[in-house]
Nanobody
């Protein structure tokens, strides 16, 4: 199971840390992706961390976001800085169907809304 949290209203230039709390599987063997879906747009993958800790980022968030995981807490984090209005979206975390980020998403958590507005 997956549960995302940490969304909210933030001003442009601000920061948020999203959390994805997991249970029932090992983060050492499962890649976790963060995805987002803005109104009227398709869902896109913004970041992923593999079982081995290799990270990937979409160009839209690269340099502004950091994905990490705490295996003891079974939680994956997405730290987002210098947020822009175009980052407004519902953010989801999902397991990948394997250890690598190249795999397809398999199980989804509920989303958490991030709104960037002044």
């Amino acid at each position: 199971q997956l549960q995302a949290s940490g969304g909210g209203l933030v001003q442009p230039g601000g920061s948020l840390r999203l959390s994805c709390t997991t249970s029932g599987f090992s983060l050492a063997w499962t890649a976790i992706g963060w995805f987002r879906q803005a109104p009227g747009k398709e869902r896109e993958e913004v970041s992923c961390i593999s079982g081995g800790g290799v990270t990937t980022y979409a160009d839209s968030v690269k340099g502004r976001s950091t994905i990490s995981k705490d295996s003891v807490k079974a939680t994956v984090y997405l730290q987002m800085n210098n947020l822009k209005p175009e980052d407004t979206a519902v953010y989801y975390c999902a397991t990948k169907s394997g250890t690598n980020c190249s795999r397809s998403p398999r199980s989804w958590g509920q989303g958490t809304l991030v709104t960037v507005s002044s």
